[in-house]
Every structure is written in structure tokens, then in C-alpha cells.
């Protein structure tokens, strides 16, 4: 069992940035996709960014929103970020990561195997 624990949330004005960091209890994690969702109250989980094992390959639900959400990971230190830019109110929400062995092309979060307990991002207006 895989244990992913994220941090990095808070509350933030419209326009600002933060940078959510995930981390692993095994080493195994360099391995594994690796993946953000978000649940805003009332909604469903859905998904944000993934990674590959490498870091070399990423996919975005929304590639336009690239440039504001960016995922990357240092296998090195056992970490994945997704760095928040010219966040807006609409993007409050807990923010999750997930791990899957294989593939990281997946957006469903019943594709992904391994969960954390969320990190919470409050945007104010």
C-alpha cells in the first residue's frame, strides 16, 4: 500500500499562486503515474493534471489551462507538484493526488489506485 500525503494548500486571493507538493511513504512512487483531482463541495471529483513515471509526459484536462496549472515531479526527492497560478474563486477546492502503476493517460478517478487525504485551496474574490 502506497501512502501519498499532499500539503501545500490555503487560502489565497484571485490572481495569486501556490504550489502543491505530493509525496510518497514508498520509493516505489518514482514508478507510478501520478495524477491531480479536485472536489469542490457539492461536485464531483474530476480530474486536473497527470505525469508520467518519467516526468517526461503530461496530460491536462484542459490544455488551454496549461499555463496556469503545471504538474511536475523530482523522482529524486519522491515529489509531484502542480504549481496554481492566476488562481480564481471557481478553482476552490481539496485538491487530491493519485498513483497508478502504468499508464498516466487516465482521467477517471476509479482508473487510479493509490489516494491521498487532500490538501485544501480556499480562493478568495
Known amino acids: 500500500q502506497v501512502l501519498l500525503v499532499e500539503s501545500g494548500g490555503g487560502l489565497v486571493q484571485a490572481g495569486g499562486s501556490l504550489r502543491l507538493s505530493c509525496t510518497a511513504s514508498?520509493?516505489?512512487?518514482?514508478?507510478?503515474?501520478v495524477g491531480w483531482f479536485r472536489q469542490a463541495p457539492g461536485k464531483e471529483r474530476e480530474f486536473v493534471a497527470s505525469?508520467?513515471?518519467?516526468?517526461?509526459?503530461?496530460?491536462y484536462e484542459d490544455e488551454s489551462e496549461k499555463d496556469r496549472f503545471t504538474i511536475s515531479r523530482d523522482n529524486a526527492k519522491n515529489m509531484v507538484y502542480l504549481q496554481l497560478s492566476a488562481l480564481k474563486p471557481e478553482d476552490t477546492a481539496v485538491y487530491y493526488c493519485?498513483?497508478?502503476?502504468?499508464?498516466?493517460?487516465?482521467?477517471?478517478?476509479?482508473?487510479?489506485?493509490?489516494w491521498g487525504q487532500g490538501t485544501q485551496v480556499t480562493v478568495s474574490s
Open positions: 493519485a498513483g497508478r502503476s502504468g499508464s498516466y493517460y487516465y482521467r477517471l478517478p476509479s482508473s487510479w489506485d493509490y
Open positions: 514508498a520509493p516505489s512512487f518514482a514508478l507510478r503515474a
Open positions: 505525469i508520467a513515471e518519467s516526468g517526461g509526459e503530461t496530460y
